[in-house]
Every structure is written in structure tokens, then in C-alpha cells.
């Protein structure tokens, strides 16, 4: 740029090879002749025009001196948009980031196996799942290759070898993995995982989930007990029968807060151009009068004749306006207003123009056209708001036992979920007389059992539209109210809860009433979710619940949320109980296994934010962070493997019954496995042991961490002084990689105790109290 002007080129923007302060201005001339004079003036401007109060703002490189010039001229030259100062801040920032890029390609970066197992699934076909985090993994162009041998003894190789595939989340990197495990013809001992970076690691393969359990015994467990789909009112009405027919076991609650109910207003729309459409919806559902309503636009045939509305009886009659030729003159702005504006219509109906539009074209005649609600069901659905249901069942209802609660269906169109809390609740029933391990369920345990959690979507799922997801209630304003919208309107149930919510800035859920993911226009807006939370708090004796949805072949827990910027997670349950989660998920998800060969991926076994993605205010967040309710998910449904195609299918929401009934009994298997990992929390008398383990030494440093016999936390103090519940407790390394190591410099006398998950504190020692019997230990340092 060579500006010119009777003071000639500013000497600071050509005299040397320095920028001297050469910024990004602002200018604002009168009108477009100051950017023609601009131009003429040789000045550089950028590609930016904006219209502002007082002329035209334009942006322009300049250096101090040409900014004084400019303004001798009478130009207004504002301030500065950026300025060399960013500029250095721009160049300082990216040579720094290229110096770290180029520090990490020159080092060999180090990996982190985070999991290696080999299981089997289905017709006994073998897979191979691997884990790795790569210290280099936020560099997107590193790569990870893994090799596997083909059994003890055999090379690396010979079983395979296969790339693996970057896996990011909000943005941020995670770890490395195969999509999908990976098909192999034996069971691997080993495997190496070699990185672009010169990064290698040779890591044991171990087996994921136990062997199938042998049922012995005298008796038969009887099982398999749904053989068709079955809607909400089918449900609890199942559920109602169990309850007559077993009144020593059970006890049928109905929670307090009734839903809206399967039922709508009624609606009906006139005109096709979105500037002449006129839709009206009925005051009353269509149930309680709604559906026997009608309306008409009428043609008056004659010449300037006024718009009149008329109703007699539930007939609404719009006469429509003409001008002097006999033509029709309303528009469908001013059949809103007259329809809303006569009393007696507006005691019946609302009328609206189509998604906010203004509504000037002209409306067309129209015969009279009855109002409907547009619901499918049949008669034997209830129109009325829905009584929920809790069948509980225990030898013991009184709150002395662990209570657990059992729920299903928060999302409509998840048909198999109710079947697996029906198939439980039968076989807790039908098997406690014969089966001894039944019984022991049955009288250790208060059990809660919520087969539909959204019975009105659920209706409506079953009879309408089938990919409906959420409720029935419609938040939304005229703008989104019309009849075409009627399959996008509800609350997510399983977005309406207090914990990481939408509202809190946490993502997964929407503020939008079309959204499949609405969260609802508040916190706990919905009786679903306002009804398991008061089953919480007034049974407080409930310790552990599983939530089943679908699809996908699922096994996790919280957290279930985070904020997008940053990847802020809701808090990670601290070491003991995510020790407690994967230790359960092995022996529940083997019972899993047990009915037809299904194994859940390791892959999709962790957090909810782990394997899945952030679902802002999902009951288990809720229960978990307000009550400490130990909540785990399942997503039935495990994809199938096609051994010809040597491709992983997806099943759907609603697969053949066939596929169906196998996800329902597979998975109720895994509800009994929640049953005995919830007995055995109830009845566990037997204190933790633990030790600790030396991890590395090296000159001047030693890094040690703790081993445990079973899922506990440990707290430690470094300092001498004794151990309480305020010490410092072991954490967890990190996402999916095992509890920290600790590191001491010098020689450090190392004082702990343990408690686990059911609360029985190792040695039996009082942390508030004064006793000497915890653990303790010198780490030295060479």
C-alpha cells in the first residue's frame, strides 16, 4: 500500500523493513464517496463494509503516520481492531506450538495399554479388543499398528495384524482402538502395538468376561415369559396381576405424580401455500371433546361481504371477506384474529397461521373439516393421565434390606426394554418357591421394579409413530404447534434430571422443543422423572439401580456428562467404586453371555461419557451425585456378527420379535447377575486387604501405588501421621487407566488403611478414633 496525500507516503510504512506499528483500523466515512476517496488514496483497505449509525464503517492497514495523514484529512480513524502486539502474539503463540510438534516427532512417544482381551460372542466366533493412549495421540497424524500371536509360545504376527483408529471426543483426543473388534481365528497371549512415533509396547492378553455358568440343581429355573411386544397398559397390567397373585413377595406402588397421559388436543389445518395456511387446535384434548369439534371457511358468494365468524354448537363457520368483484379478500393473518377474537370460537379452539408465518396470502373456501387428535390407539388405551407403577418385591419390604431399583422404557421406542424388567420380575416370582438362589435374592433384597417409565410415548410409539422417543407433553409455542410437527413434540425423559443438566452449560441435551433431546423447560419438569426421584428419596434404603435402554450392546455409569468446551466432565467416581463397577460388569455381563453367547465389547463397558457421549441430565447422573446410588446402564441390543460378511449389523429399536425375545431374556439374565452383585454388596462382612506394590525405582525417585483383594479405597498419608477419612485417598490415573502411582524422592515411611464399597474398614481400625492398627510401610529410595 502506497498512500498518497499533499503530506506524501508516510515514511513508517516504507523506510525500513520494520512493520512499525502497523495496525488494523477502523474508519467510518459519511457514505460510499469516502470509500471512493479512500481508494483514490491509495489506502489499503480489507474486504469488510458495515452499515453503522453514522455512515459506513470500512477497516483498513495502517501505520501510525498514515492514521494521523488520514485524519489531517478530515477522515474519522477510530480504533484499532488489531495491532502488531497480536501480531506478536500470533507468531509467538504458533512458534511455540511448532516447536512442541517438533519436539514430540522427534521423541519416541510412549503408550499406555489401556486394555488387551480376546473374547468370544455368539456361535462362538473370536474377537480381539485393544486400548492405547499414545503420549503423542494429540498429534492427529500419529498412528498405532497392533500385532497379535496366535497363541502360547506362537510369534507375534501370526494371528493378525491390524491398524488402529484415532478416537476423539469433543474435540479431544482419548485413545487409540479398533472400530469394532476385531474377528480372529485363536486366542491371543500377546500382542505389540507399534506407533509412527517409534513408540512399542508388548502387552499379555487376557480373556474379557468368565466362563458361562453350569446350573446345577434338583429344580428347573423356569424362564422365558413375554412372547409378543407389549405396550404400557399391557405391562401394568401384568405387573398388577403378579402383584394379586403374590401378595407374601410383593407390594404394588403407585407413584404419585400422574403423567399427562396418552391423549392431544385436536387439530386441523387449511391451505397448502405457507403464507395462506390457517391451522387451529381444540381447547380441550380430543378425548374430552376436542375430536367432535369442526370448522369451515365459507365462500359468501357476493360482493363485498365482511369476515364473520359463527358457531353453533361445536361448528365454527368462517364467512369469508370479498371485495367489489365477488373475489375472496381474507387472509390468513385476519382469520387468526377473527377466529381468536369471537368469544365464543376462542371458548372452543385457537387458531394460528403456519410456524410463525406472517400470514398475508390470501386463504382459499373450505368444506368444514373436523377436528382430530390424530391417535391411533385403540379404546383399550386409557386417554386419561397414566398411573406409574412399582411392583416391589422382597420376602423383607420394610427398608431393613439393600434396596434396588430395576427401570426400563425412559425412551419410547426402546420396545424390548420393558420386556426385561417383566422377564425379571417373573422369574423372581415363579422361581423363589424352588430355586435356592432365587430365594436368597428374594429375602436378602427390597427389589423395585419400573417396567415403563414413559408410558405415554410409549403409546404412542406402539400406535403412531413409531421412532418416538420422548413423551407426549407439547412445550412448544404456535410457531412449532402445527399438525405436521405432531411427531416432534415431548420431553426427553432421560434429559429432565437435575445433575448436568442442559441448563447447567453440560451437553447432550436441548433447549428446543422439536428436539429429539429436549430437556423440557425445566429441571424435573416431567412426572416420569419428578416420580423415580421421589421413589429414591422415600425408600432410601435403595443402594444400586439399573436403567435399560436400547440399542447398541452397552454396559455403563456415571458420569454421563460434560461441557463441550474443554471436555469438562461431571466428577469420575473415585477409584474404589469404578474398581467395584468393572469388577461387577465382568460377573454381570458372563450372565449376559450365558443365555446365547452375546458378549458386550469391552469398548462399550466403562462411563457413559467413556464409551457413548455426554447425556446432559440422565437419571443415572441423578441418582448417583444426589443420593449415591450405585446406577449402571444397559443398552440391549448388541450388534451381530455376520461370519460371511465378516460385518457387524446393527439390530434397531424394534427388531423382529425373534430378536427381541433373545435381547430380553439375555439381558434379564444380566438383571438377576445385578440381583447377586447386589446381595453380595448386602451381605459383605469381609474386610479389604491391601498392600503396596513398588511400580519403578530410579536414582533419587521411587513410584509405588497400592494392590487390593477386592474393590476398596485407600486413604495414605506421607507425612508420618495417621490415617483418616480426610488423608489423601488414591485416584485414579486417568480415563480407562487404572488407579495413580505415587512418587517419593527420599526415603518415606508410607501409612494407609482401606474400606470398601459395602464399608468394612480393613483390620477393623477406627479412622475417627485413636487406634495404631493401620497398614504401614518404608519406601526407599536409593
Known amino acids: ?86 501480531y506478536a502474539a500470533n507468531v509467538a503463540e504458533r512458534a511455540a506450538t511448532m516447536r512442541a510438534v517438533q519436539a514430540l516427532a522427534a521423541s519416541t512417544d510412549t503408550l499406555n495399554v489401556l486394555r488387551a482381551e480376546w473374547f468370544t460372542s455368539l456361535d462362538n466366533q473370536l474377537f480381539l479388543n485393544i486400548e492405547v493412549k499414545s503420549s503423542a495421540g ?16 506362537t510369534e507375534i504376527g501370526s494371528g493378525g495384524t491390524a491398524a488402529m483408529s484415532r478416537f476423539t471426543d469433543a474435540g479431544q483426543y482419548m485413545y487409540h482402538r479398533f472400530s469394532n473388534p476385531v474377528a480372529i481365528n485363536a486366542a491371543p497371549t500377546k500382542a505389540t502395538i507399534t506407533s509412527n512415533k517409534g513408540g512399542s509396547v508388548t502387552v499379555d492378553v487376557s480373556k474379557w468376561l468368565g466362563s458361562p455358568r453350569k446350573v446345577t440343581g434338583d429344580h428347573p429355573y423356569v424362564s422365558d415369559f413375554v412372547d409378543h411386544y407389549m405396550d404400557p397398559t399391557e405391562v401394568t397390567a401384568r405387573f398388577t396381576s403378579l402383584a394379586a397373585e403374590f401378595p407374601k413377595l410383593t407390594q404394588l406402588i403407585d ?11 385436536a387439530q386441523a389445518q387449511f391451505g397448502t401455500a405457507t403464507g395462506s395456511i390457517v391451522y387451529v387446535t381444540s381447547k380441550a384434548y380430543g378425548s374430552e371433546g376436542g375430536n367432535d369439534l369442526s370448522m369451515s371457511l365459507v365462500n359468501p358468494g357476493a360482493a363485498n361481504a365482511p369476515l364473520t365468524v359463527g358457531v353453533s354448537g361445536n361448528s365454527v363457520t368462517v364467512r369469508l371477506a370479498t371485495n367489489g368483484s365477488g373475489t375472496i379478500t ?44 390424530n391417535l391411533k390407539a385403540p379404546a383399550s388405551v386409557s386417554r386419561d393421565p397414566f398411573q406409574m407403577k412399582v411392583l416391589r418385591i422382597g420376602k423383607h419390604r420394610d427398608g431393613s434390606k439393600v434396596g434396588v431399583f430395576l427401570y426400563c422404557q425412559e425412551h419410547a421406542r426402546e420396545w424390548v426394554t420393558p420386556l426385561v424388567c417383566v422377564e425379571s420380575a417373573e422369574r423372581l416370582l415363579r422361581n423363589y418357591a424352588q430355586d435356592p438362589n432365587t430365594r436368597k435374592i428374594v429375602d436378602d433384597l427390597d427389589i423395585f421394579i419400573l417396567p415403563v417409565t414413559n408410558p405415554d410415548g410409549a403409546h404412542y410409539s406402539m400406535y403412531d409413530y413409531n421412532m418416538q422417543r420422548r413423551n407426549m407433553t407439547n412445550y412448544c409455542p404456535a410457531s412449532s404447534a402445527d399438525p405436521a410437527n405432531r411427531n416432534a413434540w415431548g420431553v426427553d425423559i432421560n434429559r429432565n434430571f437435575s445433575v448436568g443438566s442442559v441448563y447447567d452449560g453440560y451437553n447432550g441435551g436441548s433447549t428446543s422443543c422439536t428436539s429429539d433431546t429436549y430437556a423440557g423447560p425445566s429441571k424435573l419438569s416431567e412426572p416420569e422423572a419428578r416420580n423415580e426421584v421421589w421413589l429414591v428419596d422415600n425408600f432410601p434404603n435403595i443402594k444400586l439401580s439399573m436403567n435399560t435402554h436400547s440399542y447398541g450392546g452397552y454396559f455403563m455409569w456415571p458420569p454421563g456428562a460434560y461441557k463441550t468446551a474443554g471436555r469438562e466432565v461431571l466428577p469420575r467416581v473415585d477409584q474404589g467404586t469404578e474398581a467395584f463397577f468393572w469388577t461387577s460388569s465382568d460377573y454381570i455381563l458372563s450372565r449376559v453371555q450365558e443365555y446365547r453367547g452375546t458378549a458386550i465389547w469391552p469398548g462399550r463397558t466403562g462411563p457413559v461419557t467413556d464409551v457413548l457421549y455426554s447425556a446432559a441430565g440422565n437419571s443415572a447422573d441423578e441418582h448417583w451425585y444426589n443420593r449415591g446410588i450405585i446406577g449402571w446402564d444397559f443398552e440391549v441390543g448388541a450388534d451381530v456378527y455376520d461370519p460371511k460378511t465378516k460385518r457387524f449389523t446393527a439390530v434397531g429399536f424394534q427388531p423382529p420379535f425373534a430378536e427381541g425375545h433373545e435381547e430380553a431374556m439375555e439381558f434379564a439374565n444380566g438383571n438377576i447377575g445385578i440381583l447377586e452383585v447386589a446381595r453380595a454388596y448386602a451381605t459383605d462382612k469381609i474386610q479389604p486387604k491391601t498392600a503396596v506394590k513398588i511400580v519403578k525405582q530410579e536414582p533419587g525417585a521411587t513410584t509405588f501405588t497400592f494392590t487390593t483383594s477386592e474393590p476398596a479405597n485407600v486413604y495414605y498419608t506421607l507425612d508420618g501421621s495417621r490415617p483418616t477419612f480426610n488423608s489423601p485417598k488414591l485416584a485414579l490415573a486417568g480415563m480407562r487407566e487404572g488407579v495413580q502411582n505415587l512418587t517419593v524422592n527420599s526415603n518415606t515411611t508410607v501409612n494407609w488403611f482401606s474400606v470398601d464399597i ?22 526407599s529410595v536409593q
Open 330 to 373: 381474507s387472509t390468513a393473518a385476519q382469520v387468526v384474529a377473527s377466529v381468536n377474537g369471537n368469544a365464543d370460537a376462542a371458548k372452543l379452539l385457537t387458531a394460528s397461521t403456519y410456524r410463525g408465518n406472517a400470514g398475508a396470502g390470501v386463504v382459499a373456501a373450505a368444506a368444514a373439516t373436523k377436528l382430530t387428535d
Open 1 to 86: 500500500m502506497a498512500m498518497t496525500s499533499d503530506s506524501g507516503v508516510a515514511p513508517d510504512r516504507s523506510s525500513s523493513d520494520e512493520q512499525n506499528g502497523v495496525g488494523l483500523m477502523r474508519i467510518v466515512v459519511a457514505d460510499k464517496s469516502g470509500i471512493d476517496r479512500l481508494n483514490e488514496l491509495g489506502v489499503d483497505l480489507a474486504e469488510y463494509v458495515k452499515p453503522v449509525d453514522n455512515g459506513i464503517e470500512v477497516h483498513a492497514i495502517l501505520s501510525p503516520g498514515e492514521s494521523q495523514a488520514l485524519r489531517d484529512m478530515g477522515f474519522d480513524v477510530q480504533d484499532a481492531i488489531s495491532d502488531q502486539g497480536d
Open 138 to 153: 494429540t498429534d492427529s497424524t500419529t498412528a498405532l499398528t497392533a500385532s497379535w500371536d496366535s497363541g502360547a509360545g
Open 255 to 265: 407413584l404419585p405424580y400422574k403423567t399427562n397421559g396418552y391423549r392431544r388436543q
Open 758 to 779: 459395602a464399608g468394612n474398614v480393613e483390620s477393623n481400625y477406627k479412622p475417627d478414633g485413636n487406634g495404631k492398627n493401620y497398614n504401614k510401610q518404608t519406601v
